[in-house]
């Protein structure tokens, strides 16, 4: 291992996250160096849809619903200061979200939402089939009824990552992409370095990981982190005219408007590993939900296949904030479906952190300790 430079902070990959807490750390001073192993922001953060939705994603009242709230608070400020430094839009856009009842069991799931949400004060309201079709003309005759949801936004994720790259970079951050962090060196319980798979190495007291989906792959830790792959497909359909301004959503897919007509549908969830690449059994599930809501969709040229791997933890929350049992190590990673809409205020809080300013509380169930293995006893 050759020896190198000696930096205040490094952060294990250049997806939404890794790119924007470096961008935070770095605006509050610290010296950056960001390892990517391939090119910035070109896997989950790509292959997502960028819908920002906390209440359709949460479950249940809890952490996540309030954490998700939190940073979708912070979107409007958070792009335009990116988008005023990068001088590229990236299409954030206050759209709503309607969740379409397609049977009957849909329809009371979707009901009985309504009361803690409108107990927690999210504008939701449900529209009849008759009131869905008027707001929606192009939805099928088969929907009994939907829920609006006001505060479920989006935005163009590519977009995004190609902003934060050049944000990260205009604050200061050196960004090595093509180069893969292999292990994080400790000596004495703190951190002083992380080795990289070209032989070198830099000296640094602080390493973040933020490697999505592949931080349980890095060297040097703890203790394995319990992150794993899960695969979602989805394509683009270029319809004659999108069917509505708003996301749309059954329990099968969601549509996402994109500024360039296309119109994202997703998203299986399988645990596949690493296993890269679409499928006919997922297109097909993607195309028949996608016509059951809107059946005109039919018609529309088929444009686009991806996937990508989501960073799946094993409770679903992720793993965020400083290590207890290694001085220097932060972990951001275990996003799952949620980086995007997660990507400000994650920054917002490991930036300041790493800076060794006051940050915004997180969550106790989203912190690293609960990644240690108990104790056994006898
Ligand atoms: C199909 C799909 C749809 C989704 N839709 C949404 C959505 O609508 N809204 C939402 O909020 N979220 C959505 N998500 C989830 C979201 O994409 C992820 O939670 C988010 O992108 C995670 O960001 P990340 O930076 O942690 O991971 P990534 O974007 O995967 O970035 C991790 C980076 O680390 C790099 N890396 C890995 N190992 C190393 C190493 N050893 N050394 C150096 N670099 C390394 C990788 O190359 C990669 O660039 C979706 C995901 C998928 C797959």
Redesign the pocket.
């Known amino acids: 291992m050759s020896a190198g430079k000696r930096r205040d902070l490094v952060v ?7 790119l924007g807490a470096a961008r935070e750390a770095a605006r509050r001073g610290l010296g950056v160096t960001l ?4 090119h ?14 906390p209440f359709s994603e949460a479950v249940e009242e809890g952490p996540f619903l309030d954490f998700g709230l939190a940073s979708l608070e912070l979107w409007p400020d958070w792009v335009g200061a990116l988008e005023a430094e990068t001088g590229r839009s990236v299409a954030y856009r206050e759209s709503g979200k309607v969740r379409v009842a397609l049977s009957a069991g849909e329809e009371e799931r979707l009901q009985a939402r309504i009361p803690w949400a409108q107990g927690r004060g999210l504008a939701v309201h449900w529209l009849d089939s008759e009131g869905l079709r008027e707001f929606e003309p192009r939805l099928s005759k088969a929907a009994r009824g939907g829920l609006l949801v006001e505060r479920d936004f989006h935005v163009d ?1 590519r977009r995004l990552g190609s902003a934060l790259e050049e944000g990260a970079h205009r604050a200061g951050v050196e960004i090595r992409a093509g ?4 292990e994080v060196h400790s000596r004495k319980g703190r951190v002083v370095g992380v080795e990289l798979e070209d032989g070198t190495s830099i000296s640094t007291p602080r390493v973040l990981v ?6 349980a ?2 060297g040097g830790l703890p203790r394995p982190l319990p992150i794993r792959p899960i ?4 394509l683009a359909l270029a319809p004659a005219s999108l069917p509505s301004p708003r996301l749309l959503e059954s329990e099968e897919v969601y549509l996402v408007p994109r500024e360039d007509g296309r119109l994202l549908v ?2 299986t969830v399988e645990e596949v590993g690493f296993q890269p690449g679409v499928t006919g059994e997922g297109v097909q599930a993607l195309l028949e939900g996608a016509l059951r809501l809107v059946p005109e969709l039919g018609k529309a040229p088929l444009i686009e296949l991806w ?5 799946g933890s094993e409770d679903g929350n992720p793993i965020l904030g400083p290590d207890p049992d290694l001085e220097g190590l932060f972990l ?2 275990g ?8 990507a400000p205020l994650t920054a917002l809080i490991l930036g300041a952190l790493m800076a060794g300013e006051t940050a915004p509380p997180i969550p106790t169930p989203f912190l690293p300790a609960r990644t240690r293995v108990p104790a056994r006893s006898g």
Request: charged share 15%.
């Open positions: 294990v990959g250049g997806g939404v996250v890794g390892v990517e192993k391939g910035p922001a070109r896997e989950a953060s790509w292959a997502a849809a960028g819908m920002l939705s994720n180069t893969a962090a292999r933020a490697a999505g989906a592949w931080s792959g890095i695969r979602g497909q989805m997703g998203a996937s990508g791997f989501r960073p951001a990673t996003h799952f479906r949620n980086g995007i809409l997660l």
